[in-house]
T-cell receptor, first 115, second 115 residues
């Protein structure tokens, strides 16, 4: 079956611009997660959705970052007024349900470069 | 913050040898899940193995096994009969049983298998 997909795979933008990153989770997975991975580091949590609602957005660094999942499937991470420090790989993951025993399946990531 | 520590930034191993990647964690939770992920140069996070904190036996998945020592708060990954394709970054991660379902990752270990 299809895994988690993310588009675009690469995004280059200029400082101050707005970007949207898309995630298609595995069909039937109710939980969806966004992480950010800077070079040489492990992924860091941004936000977690259970269904359509953001159950935990404590990892979003500031109010320039926002994410939605309007129909409980596809999710979009939105970044306003991008800064050079936003450059990273943005990873999306999904799991069957939110449980400490369910592995999260990751997509290939979107590499964001802010010039 | 409840940290995951991977003390080996890089490991070099001869093909066909076994290798142990270290992971220690800091938590006050009684119930939690521990995961290992592999990240090849392509960037995708690949789930390898899971250990529940209440599991009495160490987890095994093919050539991967987890040396879980709960009292020491360690969850080392053992790869037997290493192969060239095992060269990648390896991340240890923990998921709490309650509250936010966010994986907390270590810094990773870069494993290189030499022919």
């Amino acid at each position: 079956g299809a895994g988690v997909s993310q588009t675009p795979s690469n995004k280059v933008t200029e400082k101050g611009k707005y970007v949207e990153l898309r995630c298609d989770p595995i069909s039937g997975h109710t939980a969806l997660y966004w992480y950010r991975q800077s070079l040489g580091q492990g992924p860091e949590f941004l936000i977690y959705f259970q269904g359509t609602g953001a159950a935990d957005d404590s990892g979003l660094p500031n109010d320039r970052f926002f994410a939605v999942r309007p129909e409980g499937s596809v999710s979009t991470l939105k970044i306003q007024r991008t800064e050079r420090g936003d450059s990273a790989v943005y990873l999306c993951a999904s799991s069957l349900s939110p449980s400490p025993h369910n592995e999260q399946f990751f997509g290939p990531g979107t590499r964001l470069t802010v010039l | 913050a409840q940290k995951i520590t991977q003390t080996q930034p890089g490991m070099f191993v001869q093909e066909k040898e076994a290798v142990t990647l270290d992971c220690t964690y800091d938590t006050s939770d009684q119930s939690y899940g521990l995961f290992w992920y592999k990240q090849p140069s392509s960037g995708e996070m690949i789930f390898l193995i899971y250990q529940g904190s209440y599991d009495e036996q160490n987890a095994t998945e093919g050539r991967y096994s987890l040396n879980f020592q709960k009292a020491r708060k360690s969850a080392n990954l053992v790869i037997s009969a290493s192969q060239l394709g095992d060269s990648a970054m390896y991340f240890c991660a923990r998921l709490p049983s309650q509250g936010a379902q966010k994986l907390v990752f270590g810094q990773g270990t870069r494993l290189t298998i030499n022919p």
